[in-house]
Structure formats: structure tokens, C-alpha cells
């Protein structure tokens, strides 16, 4: 570098895991905020206890209610930011979700974990411990919005080993 140059300063770069849920987005984040060293957060830890209790009745949430939500990550992004971008798991069902979600300090790239849904009621079946029932796998669906090509991201499917998922992801993110 010239003296006098100044280094370039590279923004952050949020990784934001998105899908229905049960599709393997947090096992990908896991695996992902090892290999990156990046701060990981999973969204679920956001909701507010209300949120939590309607879906654990088998209500879906309504946009009011995920407002809050999807607020409270966007500002964790932000707070991290700094450390050069974190990788945060988020069903993002929506456009208007990731539109807001994408207000966040740097850059934010989205990665689509699609699978099966046969696949994802059944592993949803068998989860213990999550308060996410498997009868809203078709109100997700029906929820969901595909990325957009004018969207900042790429799909991602699982339908071969967590190995070969983080693989593609990091194939993915290596062009950021």
C-alpha cells in the first residue's frame, strides 16, 4: 500500500439463514459461525414470549406481531456490525420481512435453505423441545415468498448431508 493510502474498509456482511422452518437453517448457521468465526443468533431467541405461546398453539403469527421481531434482529445485526457481520437464522417468510431485515448496517445476503416438505414435517414431528408445531408447515408455505432475482441472495438445498449443505454455503459466501 502507498503511504498515505488509506486501507480499505470493507462492510459487514450479514449471512441470513431463511426458510420454513425445519429446513436445517440453524444446523447450517451452527456449522457456518464455526467456519466464519462470525457472532451467530438465532432468531427464534428474539420472539417475545406471546409470540412464542400463539405459535405453540398452532396460530400463525400475523405481520403486527412479527414487526417487533424482525426489529429486534435487524438492531442485533446492527450491533454487530462492526465485528464484520454475523450470521443470523430467520424464517424471512416474506419480501416486505427481508426488506425490513435488510435495513441493517452493511450488507445483507440471504441464503434460502429450501427442503422437502415431507422431509421437514417428519423431522418436525420428531423435534423435541421447539414450540414450533408441525401442523403450521402449511401455513409457512403458504406464507413464503421466494427470493426475488433483484434480492441479494441464493437458494440453497438440503437434500444431502449437513457436510454437503455447509459445502454449498461456503462455495456461496467465498464470492462476498
Same mark, same amino acid.
Given at each position: 500500500?502507498?503511504?498515505?493510502?488509506?486501507?480499505?474498509?470493507?462492510?459487514?456482511?450479514?449471512?441470513?439463514?431463511?426458510?420454513?422452518? =425445519?429446513?436445517?437453517? @440453524?444446523?447450517?448457521?451452527?456449522?457456518?459461525?464455526?467456519?466464519?468465526?462470525?457472532?451467530?443468533?438465532?432468531?427464534?431467541?428474539?420472539?417475545?414470549?406471546?409470540?412464542?405461546?400463539?405459535?405453540? #398453539?398452532?396460530?400463525?403469527?400475523?405481520?403486527?406481531?412479527?414487526?417487533?421481531?424482525?426489529?429486534?434482529?435487524?438492531?442485533?445485526?446492527?450491533?454487530?456490525?462492526?465485528?464484520? =457481520?454475523?450470521?443470523? @437464522?430467520?424464517?424471512?417468510?416474506?419480501?416486505?420481512?427481508?426488506?425490513?431485515?435488510?435495513?441493517?448496517?452493511?450488507?445483507?445476503?440471504?441464503?434460502?435453505?429450501?427442503?422437502?416438505?415431507?422431509?421437514?414435517?417428519?423431522?418436525?414431528?420428531?423435534?423435541?423441545?421447539?414450540?414450533?408445531?408441525?401442523?403450521?408447515?402449511? #401455513?409457512?408455505?403458504?406464507?413464503?415468498?421466494?427470493?426475488?432475482?433483484?434480492?441479494?441472495?441464493?437458494?440453497?438445498?438440503?437434500?444431502?448431508?449437513?457436510?454437503?449443505?455447509?459445502?454449498?454455503?461456503?462455495?456461496?459466501?467465498?464470492?462476498?
Amino acid at each position: 500500500m502507498a503511504s498515505g493510502t488509506p486501507a480499505a474498509v470493507q462492510e459487514p456482511v450479514h449471512l441470513v439463514l431463511m426458510g420454513i422452518s =425445519g429446513s436445517g437453517k @440453524t444446523t447450517l448457521a451452527e456449522r457456518l459461525a464455526k467456519e466464519l468465526d462470525r457472532a451467530y443468533a438465532e432468531a427464534d431467541e428474539f420472539h417475545s414470549p406471546a409470540n412464542i405461546e400463539r405459535m405453540r #398453539s398452532g396460530t400463525p403469527l400475523t405481520d403486527a406481531d412479527r414487526a417487533p421481531w424482525l426489529e429486534s434482529i435487524r438492531d442485533w445485526m446492527d450491533s454487530a456490525a462492526n465485528a464484520g =457481520g454475523t450470521i443470523v @437464522t430467520c424464517s424471512a417468510l416474506k419480501r416486505s420481512y427481508r426488506d425490513l431485515l435488510r435495513q441493517a448496517s452493511g450488507r445483507v445476503f440471504f441464503l434460502h435453505v429450501i427442503c422437502d416438505p415431507a422431509v421437514i414435517t417428519d423431522r418436525m414431528e420428531h423435534r423435541l423441545g421447539h414450540f414450533m408445531p408441525a401442523s403450521l408447515v402449511p #401455513s409457512q408455505l403458504a406464507t413464503l415468498e421466494e427470493l426475488g432475482t433483484d434480492e441479494d441472495g441464493a437458494v440453497l438445498v438440503n437434500s444431502g448431508s449437513v457436510d454437503e449443505l455447509v459445502e454449498q454455503a461456503l462455495t456461496i459466501v467465498a464470492d462476498l
